[in-house]
Structure formats: structure tokens, C-alpha cells
């Protein structure tokens, strides 16, 4: 079965390439499916790239597909910035994201380990080339909604592959990613079937979808993607009805804390001692974070910042140190990853760095905001309601899991409708 993921990386290679160099091609058109549209290369490139980001090509055994395939891509997209004959579009959030690449960059003239530096910058610069690709590339409407409705429809196809065991290890083994980035992945899957349900006419069909991209993550009992989800459904109904959403958000978070004080599986998994934990303590405020079960993670970070981030707060130990560490020494138990993106940009790059990346996510979220207000096109605002409220909870789940390891299919996605939006705005103009 391993052959099968080399299979489906070639044939999605070579459709990429083939579809960068056309000059026109046709695709059925989103809004009517009994119309087709004529797209230039750039356009069907995107609505490829975009729609098959959940694939990961990582069976047991294989070369490391991932690493390839995410090289692939971003020469794909530099390329195709200087085929696509739009201008990419630039913004204080895109600029602030560049200016923290420069700053990743500069860290490996004092890095420890260049090598795995240089692989860290890469999986950080893919959402750059995808926001500026899609800048770039996308004008109209059907083109954003093509790409969109492609990649929610691999992610519902994903959902009983990863659920039931005997699809994904015979038929699909590796081809997607695996539980926890897949999750990461339906949050911004879920708040763009929201934005769909808003304002287009399959209001049932898409609320039951938006409802479906939330199971997986309680069903998995995936304490980070619940988190996730849930700031970034409050940061949707805050962008639509602002002040008057406070008592939804309010209502979000009383769920929240209600599941996980009622729902056996994640009360357990959330608290060391989940039997003699109530919601009536932490009414009283006597739940502490010595209650939460960790999972030594705390223990990790702490570890991990005594080493590369202390005394060297300022510019860290240089990008790379925490991966060349933790691959190059068995600690923690074996671990790979610290499981927090935001201890690891520290420990790389210091405060600098936290500071220029959470600058630019905020960024992203105020224009996006801004941007829902001001414009009345409807693919304006549902990307830009999807970029910022998607952005708001991915970002979130940095903190405790390894999103920019798989930001092929968790960060390209909020950065990516970002893109579409700028894109979008530009063809309005």
C-alpha cells in the first residue's frame, strides 16, 4: 500500500505542473453546475493546491512525502507568481509575516543547526507563498469558492477514513493526515461551512456540515482542536454581530466548560484527578494548573526554555535548536516535537520572534475585521470572516500542539482565504 501514496504524489505533481504552465483550462462552475468556467493556469493551480491540502502522502515506510511534497509546493508558488499576470497583494499583516521570515533567517547565522533551521523556515513559509500566491491569483468569486468547496469536500471524505480504522490502514494508508492535524485542520473547515450557511441558499446542508467538522475533535477527545474551535466559532458571531454577540460567545464558552465537566472522556483527559474535580471548584476558583493534566508537557516547556531561552530571551539559541535537540538526543520520553509552537518559536527565536509572529496573526485578524464591515460583496466578506475567526482558533492551538509541523493542512488554510481575500478586494477594484 506504501506504492500508493508515491502514486498519488506523482499524479498530483504532475497535475500541479501541468495546470501552472496552461493557459486556460475548464472547471465546472460552483454556482451552477451545469455551467463550466474557463480559468487560467494559476487559478486551476490554486484550486488544486488548496483543495488537496489535507493530504499528507505519509504511509509507514515511504521517504518523508511530506517534506518533499511541501518543497514541491513552494516552488510551485514562486513560480507561479511570476506566471500569474496579477500582481500579488500586500498588506501590514503580509508584511509583518515577511519580516518575521527575515528574522528566522538571521537566526541561522547563530544557530546550532542550520540544517533543521532551515527545514523550520520552510514549514513557516509556506503560509507566506500561499497568502501571496492567492493574492495574486484569485479575482472572482467562483474561483475562492471552487478552491473552497474542493477542500471541504476532501475533508468530508476524510472523516470516515480516519474514523474507521479498516478505510484508512488498507485504503488509505497515510494518504491523509493524521488525527490531530486533520482536527486542527476542520476548524477552519467548520467556520467557512458556517459562512455558507450565512449566506448562500443551502442553509440546512451547511449547518449540518459546520456541525460535523465539530465531532471529530470531541468524538477523539482532542482537548487543543476543542479549544480551537471554540474561540474560533466566538471570534465568527464577534466579526457578524459585534457587541450583540456577547451573550452567544458567553453562551460558547458556558458549553465549553459544561463538556468538560460532563463528558467523562474529556473530564479524564483534561484533569489528573478527574473524580474529586467539579465545576462547583472552579466556580470557587480552586482549580489551579497543578489540577490539569499536562501530560509532562509543563515540565517539557520548562525544560526546553532553561536550555535555549534563558539568558537568551531577546534573540533565543537561534532557529532549529529545540528540533536538533530533541532529534538528535532521546528526551522526554522519545519526543520529536515539544508540542508547543509558541515554546519553540521562543526558544529558536526569542521574543523577537513571538512578538513579529503574534503580530502579524493579530494583524490578520483586526484587517480581516475591518474588512467584514466595510465591504458588502458577499465572497468578501465570507473570506474574510473565515481568515480571521479560522486564524483566531488555529492560532490557539499552537500553544499546545505542533500546527506548524503540518501547516500544509492547518495554517495554509486561514492564511490561504486571507490571501483570496486581498485577491478579491483587488478584483472589486
Known amino acids: 500500500m506504501?506504492?500508493?501514496?508515491?502514486?498519488?504524489?506523482?499524479?498530483?505533481?504532475?497535475?500541479?505542473?501541468?495546470?501552472?504552465?496552461?493557459?486556460?483550462?475548464v472547471m465546472v462552475n460552483p454556482l451552477n453546475r451545469e455551467q463550466k468556467m474557463v480559468m487560467d493556469g494559476p487559478e486551476m493551480f490554486w484550486v488544486l493546491t488548496f483543495s488537496t491540502g489535507l493530504l499528507a502522502l505519509s504511509a509507514p515506510g515511504a521517504l518523508?512525502?511530506?517534506?518533499?511534497?511541501?518543497?514541491?509546493?513552494?516552488?510551485?508558488?514562486?513560480?507561479?507568481?511570476?506566471?500569474?499576470?496579477?500582481?500579488?497583494?500586500?498588506?501590514?499583516?503580509?508584511?509583518?509575516?515577511?519580516?518575521?521570515?527575515?528574522?528566522?533567517?538571521?537566526?541561522?547565522?547563530?544557530?546550532?543547526?542550520?540544517?533543521?533551521?532551515?527545514?523550520?523556515?520552510?514549514?513557516?513559509?509556506?503560509?507566506?507563498?500561499?497568502?501571496?500566491?492567492?493574492?495574486?491569483?484569485?479575482?472572482?468569486?467562483?474561483?475562492?469558492?471552487?478552491?473552497?468547496?474542493?477542500?471541504?469536500?476532501?475533508?468530508?471524505?476524510?472523516?470516515?477514513?480516519?474514523?474507521?480504522?479498516?478505510?484508512?490502514?488498507?485504503?488509505?494508508?497515510?494518504?491523509?493526515?493524521?488525527?490531530?492535524?486533520?482536527?486542527?485542520?476542520?476548524?477552519?473547515?467548520?467556520?467557512?461551512?458556517?459562512?455558507?450557511?450565512?449566506?448562500?441558499?443551502?442553509?440546512?446542508?451547511?449547518?449540518?456540515?459546520?456541525?460535523?467538522?465539530?465531532?471529530?475533535?470531541?468524538?477523539?477527545?482532542?482537548?487543543?482542536?476543542?479549544?480551537?474551535?471554540?474561540?474560533?466559532?466566538?471570534?465568527?458571531?464577534?466579526?457578524?454581530?459585534?457587541?450583540?454577540?456577547?451573550?452567544?460567545?458567553?453562551?460558547i464558552v458556558l458549553l465549553a466548560v459544561v463538556a468538560v465537566?460532563?463528558?467523562?472522556?474529556?473530564?479524564?483527559?483534561?484533569?489528573?484527578?478527574?473524580?474529586?474535580?467539579?465545576?462547583?471548584?472552579?466556580?470557587?476558583?480552586?482549580?489551579?494548573k497543578d489540577d490539569i493534566e499536562s501530560n509532562a508537557r509543563f515540565a517539557m516547556w520548562e525544560d526546553l526554555q532553561g536550555r535555549f531561552y534563558n539568558e537568551k530571551e531577546l534573540m533565543g539559541s537561534g532557529i532549529g535548536s529545540v528540533q536538533n535537540y530533541m532529534y538528535s538526543n532521546f528526551v522526554f520520553g522519545g519526543l520529536k516535537v515539544p508540542h508547543n509552537d509558541y515554546v519553540q518559536i521562543s526558544c529558536d527565536s526569542g521574543i523577537i520572534g513571538v512578538v513579529l509572529y503574534l503580530l502579524a496573526v493579530f494583524a490578520i485578524i483586526v484587517h480581516s475585521f475591518f474588512v467584514y464591515q466595510k465591504y458588502t460583496d458577499v465572497s468578501i466578506k465570507m473570506c474574510a470572516i473565515v481568515a480571521g475567526s479560522s486564524i483566531a482558533g488555529v492560532a490557539l492551538t499552537m500553544y499546545t500542539d505542533n500546527v506548524v509541523n503540518y501547516s500544509m493542512a492547518t495554517l495554509s488554510y486561514p492564511f490561504g482565504f486571507y490571501g483570496m481575500m486581498l485577491g478579491l478586494i483587488k478584483g472589486e477594484k
Not at 540544517?115 to 520552510?122: C, E, N, Q
Not at 465537566?261 to 489551579?288: C, Y
Open 2 to 25: 506504501i506504492i500508493l501514496n508515491y502514486i498519488y504524489f506523482l499524479i498530483i505533481t504532475l497535475l500541479g505542473l501541468k495546470f501552472l504552465t496552461m493557459k486556460r483550462g
Open 64 to 251: 518523508d512525502l511530506m517534506a518533499i511534497r511541501l518543497m514541491v509546493l513552494e516552488i510551485f508558488c514562486i513560480v507561479g507568481l511570476f506566471i500569474c499576470k496579477r500582481s500579488p497583494q500586500w498588506s501590514p499583516a503580509i508584511v509583518l509575516y515577511l519580516l518575521y521570515i527575515v528574522w528566522l533567517v538571521i537566526g541561522l547565522s547563530y544557530s546550532p543547526a542550520p540544517g533543521y533551521g532551515f527545514r523550520v523556515i520552510l514549514k513557516y513559509l509556506y503560509p507566506l507563498l500561499i497568502m501571496l500566491f492567492a493574492s495574486a491569483t484569485v479575482r472572482d468569486k467562483e474561483v475562492f469558492l471552487k478552491a473552497g468547496l474542493g477542500a471541504r469536500l476532501v475533508a468530508v471524505i476524510s472523516i470516515p477514513v480516519l474514523i474507521i480504522p479498516m478505510l484508512n490502514w488498507i485504503l488509505f494508508p497515510g494518504v491523509f493526515w493524521y488525527g490531530t492535524a486533520s482536527a486542527i485542520h476542520y476548524i477552519t473547515m467548520c467556520v467557512f461551512s458556517l459562512a455558507l450557511f450565512y449566506y448562500t441558499d443551502e442553509r440546512r446542508k451547511n449547518l449540518l456540515l459546520c456541525v460535523l467538522f465539530m465531532l471529530p475533535c470531541i468524538l477523539w477527545v482532542f482537548r487543543t482542536s476543542i479549544m480551537g474551535t471554540t474561540l474560533a466559532l466566538m471570534t465568527f458571531f464577534f466579526f457578524k454581530y459585534k457587541l450583540k454577540s456577547l451573550p452567544v460567545i458567553l453562551g
Open 261 to 288: 465537566f460532563t463528558i467523562p472522556a474529556l473530564k479524564e483527559k483534561m484533569f489528573k484527578d478527574s473524580e474529586n474535580v467539579s465545576i462547583e471548584q472552579l466556580q470557587r476558583g480552586e482549580i489551579s
